[in-house]
DNA sequence: TAGGCCATCTGGTCCT
DNA sequence: AGGACCAGATGGCCTA
């Protein structure tokens, strides 16, 4: 590995900034190695390096004191604020100085970056293998808290593509599309360019109902072209009439999502841990609260359910919803078949959330 | 190869 | 004085 590192403190000298390519590189390679942050290391160089200032501290303090008797023989005292040399032991004290501050630099950009793993980990798209950008997932989390509250403010669910559309709004395209197909919605249902063509009817209404237009409603500035922010709002609440039979295709993900939030705020003041997210990855719904025996980590509900509905001949969802929404049946995602296991413990859930 | 994303270093500022 | 926080700079990796 080769780096080009200009110094950008003309105090350190070659041989500090050989120390500086040493340790990078070793901090690199461990990277490379382990693949992964260790905050750990962080802490273990933080108290190495304070055990060798401990140490330095004596010796330098001599070594001061002569170099500073040597310049006042030297040269005319002069006013002013005293610039003081750059002796080989204040050289050393400043790069353990900044050698330090780097590793609480790393330690915090590492519990910031765990902080946002683990608000990956409650938005609706969780996916170990392709993980959301920083920025997508600051952007998803905000559209998310917007979607929910709206809904509490309103008492009302939106149907499923209004959500989807909340959820993307502002975010890039390959987002959208991972989002989407968490939802088991192709994202050509709702993004304006192809529904235009494809779906002519479903564009002409503005906000519906139970979304009023995003206070916060991510802005480009200055940002280059596609793939971010380009969406208007005027671009997702489009969809669908209010709903003829008063349920929507997505009550019960936002009677569990409430259930959650409620139990949550209840049972403790005090946040410690993420709140229960009402989707994961591929829209299973996973939730840490009085789990069922048998209930792994993430279990086909949210949007599953609703299949599952489709299935037992409810028509609660895409029969419904494609109606409500001008969709043709071929833009929906194929359903994938479920057990009976799965419609038990689905049936077992809804009981539990709508029982809390 | 350009552009996006990321980790890290660095110096400045503010706070305790 | 030292730590936390921040923003700019830099370089590596990855992907379209």
Redesign the pocket.
Known sequence: ??????E??A??EPQA?AH?TD??EA??SA??KSGN?NPENDEEVLNQLEDEMGEEEDEEDDEEDEEEEEGDEAKPKRRGPKKKKMTKARMQRFKM??????????N???GL?DALEGLRKVVPCYSKTQ?L????TLRLAKNYIWALSEILRSGKSPDLMSFVQALCKGL?QPTTNLVAGCLQLNPRTFLPEQSQEMHPHAHAVGPPPHFAPHPYAYQTPGL?SP??GTMDSSHFFHVKPPHPYGATALEPFFDAAAAVALADCASSPSFDGPLSPPLSVNGNFSFKHEPPADFEKSYAFGVHYQAAGLAQGHASLYGGTAQRCDLPMETVMAYEGHSHHERVMNAQLNAIFHDS
């Open positions: 590995m080769t780096k080009s590192y200009t950008p403190n105090m350190l900034s500086w340790e990078r901090a690199d990277k490379n942050e100085r900044r050698m330090k501050a780097n590793a609480r630099e790393r915090r950009m590492h970056n993980k950008s920083k920025i997508e890039s280059p793939p971010y």
